[in-house]
Nanobody, 127 residues
Framework: EVQLVESGGGLVHTGASLTLSCATTGFTCADFAIAWFRRRQGKEREVVSC????????YYADSAKGRFTISSDDSLKTVHLEMNNLKPGDTAVYSCAIGRFPVVPVLVTQPGAFNFWGQGTQVTVSS
């Protein structure tokens, strides 16, 4: 059984930092990507960042560039999202997802392309 467990969410003030983690188990695939999505209140789910742990290819949404950093650990099974200079507009439920494909923008921006999802973790940024 494939499981994804997110952690690291919380309530912070504007300008603070948080690091989210996504621990995966039960998944094996030669070529895969792990992404962070978020769903802000009243908005569609959107990709924040995505990484291919095997080759290190990375995608960032424009909203994440320069502030967020995605990384994977040596086991290739845990992915972290370091979020700096957080803003109230970053308030959302953040979820990680696994897709059986490489990091290609046309795919990683499509939630429906991903095969497995975590439950999500709430990030709230107060002004």
């Amino acid at each position: 059984e494939v499981q994804l467990v997110e952690s690291g969410g919380g309530l912070v003030h504007t300008g603070a930092s948080l690091t989210l983690s996504c621990a995966t188990t039960g998944f094996t695939c030669a070529d895969f990507a792990i992404a962070w999505f978020r769903r802000r209140q009243g908005k569609e789910r959107e990709v924040v960042s995505c990484i291919s742990p095997r080759d290190g290819n990375i995608y960032y949404a424009d909203s994440a560039k320069g502030r967020f950093t995605i990384s994977s650990d040596d086991s290739l099974k845990t992915v972290h999202l370091e979020m700096n200079n957080l803003k109230p507009g970053d308030t959302a439920v953040y979820s990680c997802a696994i897709g059986r494909f490489p990091v290609v923008p046309v795919l990683v921006t499509q939630p429906g392309a991903f095969n497995f999802w975590g439950q999500g973790t709430q990030v709230t940024v107060s002004s």
